[in-house]
Nanobody, 123 residues
Framework: QVQLEESGGGSVEAGGSLTLSCSAS????????MAWFRQAPGQEREEVAR???????TYTDSVRGRFFIAKDNAKNTVSLQMNTLKLEDTAMYYC?????????????????WGQGTQVTVPS
């Protein structure tokens, strides 16, 4: 049974930094593409960052250059380092994972999700 568990959320002043961590169990992180999503109240869930099967990372425009995703296959974790946080980064952050498929790699169809961790940047 694959489980994802996030940690590291909290409240941080604008301009500050926070690092989220997601621990995977039941499957090796090396066989996964992993991603971070977020959802603010009243808004749709959006993909913030993801690791790709070719080893590259992808970021949504609003966080590129401020957020950094890193997968540690040895520790079975994926982290999201968030710098220069803004009010609009306030959201529930979710870890998601997709098993890599032979020849295809990953398609963005995430089958596994964590429960989420709240990040708040107070006004």
């Amino acid at each position: 049974q694959v489980q994802l568990e996030e940690s590291g959320g909290g409240s941080v002043e604008a301009g500050g930094s926070l690092t989220l961590s997601c621990s995977a169990s039941g499957i090796r992180a090396s066989s996964l593409c992993m991603a971070w999503f977020r959802q603010a109240p009243g808004q749709e869930r959006e993909e913030v960052a993801r690791t790709n099967h070719d080893g590259t990372n992808t970021y949504t425009d609003s966080v590129r250059g401020r957020f950094f995703i890193a997968k540690d296959n040895a520790k079975n974790t994926v982290s999201l380092q968030m710098n220069t946080l803004k009010l609009e980064d306030t959201a529930m952050y979710y870890c998601a994972a997709e098993a890599k498929r032979p020849l295809i790699g990953c398609t963005g169809d995430y089958a596994f999700w964590g429960q989420g961790t709240q990040v708040t940047v107070p006004s």
